[in-house]
């Protein structure tokens, strides 16, 4: 089990990921198409509940509109 802190930085990277979505007008099912993954990754990532959101962290970045900078705290 994750550590209390570990959970809350994956919790702020899935707060992150919802505001920039909902920023560019994406729903999760279109997300999750643009990077190749279900609706339901998507989700689990804004929830911090996935890590695996590092793996795309240059496309997840094009499709929302953000620099690496945006999620360079965690």
Known sequence: ????????ALQRVGRQI?????????SQ???GAR???????VSDWERGELESWRDYMEPLCRALGVTTGYF???
């Open 18 to 26: 919802r505001d920039a979505r909902k920023r560019v007008d994406l």
């Open 35 to 41: 990077l190749g993954v279900t609706q339901s990754v």
């Open 72 to 74: 360079a705290a965690v």
């Open 29 to 31: 099912s279109q997300l």
């Open 1 to 8: 089990m994750r550590d209390a802190e570990s959970k809350a």
